[in-house]
């Protein structure tokens, strides 16, 4: 089986620029979760989606948003890019919405922004 | 506030030693799961157990095991007889309620084993 799969793998935007990650998760998992991974705030929730629906945020601005189509794959959007938005951005799936269900992570996007 | 606190942010070991990772957690839910993951330098979160709030029964899997003690809200990690491949950062993670997941992680400990 597939693990769960991100694209692009590397990126490199400038500062005021938007950016679209995707994510594709494991065949048969509903739930996609996102999570932002940096050097001075470590690993920071994003969103969980689950039958496209947006069922948690972070703490983060409304610059960062997301969403999930019928087949379960997601996408987050980052517009007005910052230079400290450079992170890793790691998504997870799970078959189920809930922490009853384990938790698999993709190998992330690693955003760098000049 | 920091729910997660993993108090030790590096370890050296000599292959063979055993490693113990510590974390504490804060939450005022009584439902609640606890996770640790394994970062190798690849980049992937590894998943490498779930505990919930109710089952405070201490596992072992192979070289791991985890220590969960409620009355101290602690969840610990043992690598028994380490070796170079577990070289890695290590999370402690907490999900408060039983319907989101919403992972807040500790900063991590850098776990290095030398041969």
């Known amino acids: 089986k597939a693990g769960v799969t991100q694209t692009p793998r590397y990126l490199i935007k400038t500062r005021g620029q938007q950016v679209t990650l995707s994510c594709s998760p494991i065949s048969g998992h509903r739930s996609v979760s996102w999570y932002q991974q940096t050097p001075g705030q470590g690993l920071q929730f994003l969103f969980e989606y689950f039958s496209e629906t947006q069922r948690n945020k972070g703490n983060f601005p409304g610059r960062f948003s997301g969403r999930q189509f019928s087949n379960s794959r997601s996408e987050m959007n980052v517009s007005t890019l910052e230079l400290g938005d450079s992170a890793l951005y790691l998504c997870a799936s799970s078959l189920e919405a809930g922490p009853a269900y384990e938790q698999y992570f993709g190998p992330g996007t690693r955003l760098t922004v000049t | 506030a920091q729910k997660v606190t993993q108090a030790q942010t590096e370890i050296s070991v000599v292959e063979k030693e055993d490693v113990t990772l510590d974390c504490v957690y804060e939450?005022?839910?009584?439902?609640?799961?606890l996770f640790w993951y394994k970062q190798p330098p690849s980049g992937e979160l590894v998943f490498l157990i779930r505990r919930n709030s109710f089952d405070e029964q201490n596992e072992i899997s192979g070289r791991y095991s985890w220590n969960f003690q409620k009355s101290t809200s602690s969840f610990n990690f043992t690598i028994t007889a380490s070796q170079v491949v577990d070289s890695a950062v290590y999370f402690c993670a907490l999900s408060e309620g039983v319907n989101d997941y919403k992972l807040s992680f500790g900063a991590g400990t850098t776990v290095t084993v030398r041969a």
């Open positions: 939450t005022r839910d009584t439902t609640y799961y």
